[in-house]
Every structure is written in structure tokens, then in C-alpha cells.
């Protein structure tokens, strides 16, 4: 198995459908990702320990999907200095407007990446994170330019 570049994070397991469209588009790309359940403010603790040793680990982006009144990608961002890509879910009464409220207006000076409502932001977190991984790993360049040619025509 190769590095796991990817951390990607979600606030409950009851993300994981909405979460599984950028599982999915990383696998597409033959990106390694590392997968964990991590709430912040059910498990804080653990949100800390995660983000703060997620660079050790060789992880170079952070994919967090997170609803309600999302704090995750915030929370994760606030430990590293690792890019993170937030991801607003689509549930709850407010159907993830309270989600990309909370993940898209970051005070300034911790920069979180917002995406979407939904899987379709979860899926554009994989290939931005592919975006992010190209200017390093010419193979992952590749293979996303690979799936933008794909694009043409459709
Ligand atoms: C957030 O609260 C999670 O990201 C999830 O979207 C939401 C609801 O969580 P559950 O009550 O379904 O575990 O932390």
C-alpha cells in the first residue's frame, strides 16, 4: 500500500452516505485516503490529536464533512497547518444551510476551503485535494488530468 495522503473526516457515521461520493471520486484517482469518524465536540480531544499529527502521519490535505453547526473543518484547521477542505452536509432541519453557514464564514485568519452542500461538495473535495496533491505527485497530477479530459464532451 502506498502513503495515504488524504485524511478524510466526518463529524458522525451518519455522514458516511453523503462522505462516500469523495471516497469514491479519491478512489477513481488512485488517491490513499485515511478515513476516521472524529467529532468536535462529542470527541475534542481526539479532533486535536488528530489534526496536530496528521503531517507525521504523511498526510497532506484534509477532507472534513461535518452538519448541523459544523465546527469539524474549523476545529481541524485551528491544529494544523495542513490545507482543509470543509464539506456542509445536507441533513438536518436546515438541510445543510447551517452546515455551509458555519464552514464558509471562517473569521479571518484560519482559512477553511469550502465546498458544496452535499455530495456533490463532497465529491469536488476529493478532486480539489487532487488539485492541492498534483503540484507535488506528478501521478496524481496525471490521473486528474486524465478524468478533466474525461469531462469533454459530456
Ligand atoms: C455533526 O452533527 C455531524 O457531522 C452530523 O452531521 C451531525 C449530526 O450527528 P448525529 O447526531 O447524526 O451523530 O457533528
Not at 27 to 54: C, F, G, M
Not at 96 to 102: C, E, I, K, N, Q
Request: hydrophobic share 45%.
Amino acid at each position: 500500500m502506498s502513503q495515504q495522503l488524504v485524511g478524510v473526516v466526518m463529524g458522525s457515521k451518519s455522514d458516511a452516505e453523503i462522505m462516500q461520493s469523495a471516497l469514491d471520486a479519491l478512489t477513481t484517482l488512485d488517491i490513499e485516503y485515511e478515513l476516521n469518524v472524529i467529532s468536535a465536540h462529542r470527541t475534542p480531544e481526539k479532533a486535536k490529536e488528530y489534526a496536530q499529527s496528521a503531517r507525521e502521519r504523511g498526510i497532506e490535505v484534509i477532507i472534513a464533512g461535518a452538519g448541523m453547526a459544523a465546527h469539524l473543518p474549523g476545529v481541524l484547521a485551528s491544529w494544523t497547518t495542513l490545507p482543509v477542505i470543509g464539506v456542509p452536509m445536507s441533513s438536518g432541519e436546515l438541510k445543510g444551510v447551517d452546515a455551509l453557514y458555519s464552514i464558509v464564514q471562517m473569521p479571518a485568519g484560519i482559512p477553511v476551503a469550502c465546498m458544496a452542500i452535499g455530495s456533490v461538495g463532497a465529491k469536488n473535495a476529493a478532486y480539489l485535494a487532487a488539485e492541492i496533491l498534483g503540484l507535488k505527485h506528478d501521478k496524481i497530477k496525471r490521473s486528474y488530468e486524465k478524468y478533466r479530459r474525461g469531462l469533454q464532451g459530456t
